[in-house]
């Protein structure tokens, strides 16, 4: 963690395997790389990373607080404005909603954010043959794109990670 350094809004939504990987696979490297994670983790991924006994190892990776909920009125922002986004993974039903503009939890809120003011983001995005197949998914998709997210449909953690050093133009180990 670095405290005061570049932010990277880490967001992942309920797909399977996020419980295995997103500290791993994902986070820990994140951290190594300099980054300070502000982790929004959609409710689904919540309960499945408390179920893997997940949720508290991924926050000692960060000096800001793991978020599934949204705050009080009354409340401080837990989280400052991130410099770059990765919402990994991906799921079919959280792309859509991002896509159409639906900001019903705080993942999505953050996201939706983001998007709208056209911050680096790069999304892995994670669903089977039927759910790629839905009428509506290449539309999302490309609505994503046109708003200048980087779309990953294969690669896992590893392509994330190599998304985003290009994207913000930093080569590992340089930040
Ligand atoms: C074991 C398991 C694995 C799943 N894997 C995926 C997946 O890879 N991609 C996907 O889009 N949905 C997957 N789902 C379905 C999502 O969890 C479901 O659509 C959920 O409502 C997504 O919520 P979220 O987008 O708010 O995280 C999976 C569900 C289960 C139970």
Redesign the pocket.
Known sequence: MTAGGPVLGLV???????ESWLRAGLAEPLARRGWRLAVT?????AR?LEAAGELAPLAALTDLPVRWTSRLPAEPKPHPVPDVFAFA???????A?LALGIAD?Q??TALGEALGRRAPLVAL????ED?RAHPAFDGHLATLRRCGARVLLSGGPAAVLEEVDRVTDQPAGHR
């Open positions: 992942a939504s309920a797909a399977g395997g996020v983790l959609t409710p689904t991924a499945w993974p991906a799921t079919v039903n959280s792309t909603k939890n993942a999505l995005v994670q669903g089977n759910q």
